[in-house]
């Protein structure tokens, strides 16, 4: 199993940012997909998860509003579009997938290294 | 639901046991009986690797030196005998509800 996070950088406040995680050596459209992040020197914070549809998306309360995930499962990518990006939003994003067919969120496996996004002036 | 680990930092020794509490604001039982509380390890440049899911079930190739416990609020996580590569930050996550994780125990080498 591998995934491979994708799309950060450095922005401005105000800006729009569409992150990409692609996965391999397993079955993408049977999986829910997570974005969790991790700002520099700090905690790691739940962001949004995604079932292996599409059809059902989630959104951390602190975020919602600002974020889209969506997925393309033909080419086994998961994608989380950032607007209105702000200065507390410069993190180090990861994604996960299910550990196991038919599960949610409980027991999430991560794999990559992550996408750094950088929001400053 | 706030997610409460302790203690902030642990300094151990290689072999030597190592225990760290986690507590939820609120109960993270299922009316199916599972706990939805996880546990991970998060090394320096690493993602978090995922160890216990359900509050006492080993992910795939986790070491049986590590064990979850507990039900309800409180639970913890166990490590027998702690080995080099088990260096690095803890966290708890309660999947109950919207995820959240804990603040993170770090151990560190004595």
């Known amino acids: 199993v591998q995934l491979f996070e994708s799309g950060g950088g450095l922005v401005q406040p105000g800006d729009s940012l569409r992150l990409s995680c692609a996965g391999s050596?397993?079955?993408?459209?049977?999986?829910?997909m997570t974005w969790v992040r991790q700002p520099p020197g700090k905690g790691l914070e739940w962001v949004s998860a995604?079932?292996?549809?599409?059809?059902?998306?989630y959104y951390a309360d602190s975020m919602e509003g600002r974020l889209t995930i969506s997925r393309d499962n033909s080419k086994g990518t998961v994608f989380l579009q950032l607007n209105g990006l702000r200065v507390g939003d410069t993190a180090r994003y990861f994604c996960g997938k299910a550990r196991a067919i038919g599960t949610g969120w409980d027991g999430t496996v991560y794999g990559g290294r992550g996408t750094l996004v950088t929001v400053s002036s | 639901i706030v997610m409460t680990q302790s203690p902030l930092s642990l300094p151990v020794s290689p072999g030597e046991p190592a225990s760290i509490s986690c507590r939820a604001s609120?109960?993270?039982?299922?009316?199916?009986?599972?706990?939805?509380l996880d546990w991970y390890l998060q090394k320096p440049g690493q993602s978090p690797q995922l160890l216990i899911y359900?509050?006492?079930s080993r992910a795939s190739g986790v070491p049986d030196r590590f064990s979850g416990s507990g039900s309800g609020t409180d639970f913890t996580l166990k490590i027998s005998r702690v080995e080099v590569e088990d260096f690095g930050v803890y966290y708890c996550?309660?999947?109950?509800?919207?995820?959240?994780f804990g603040g993170g125990t770090r151990v560190e080498l004595k």
């Open positions: 359900l509050g006492s």
């Open positions: 609120q109960s993270l039982l299922h009316s199916n009986g599972d706990n939805y």
């Open positions: 995604i079932s292996g549809t599409g059809g059902t998306t």
């Open positions: 996550m309660q999947t109950l509800q919207i995820p959240t």
């Open positions: 050596g397993f079955t993408f459209g049977d999986y829910v």
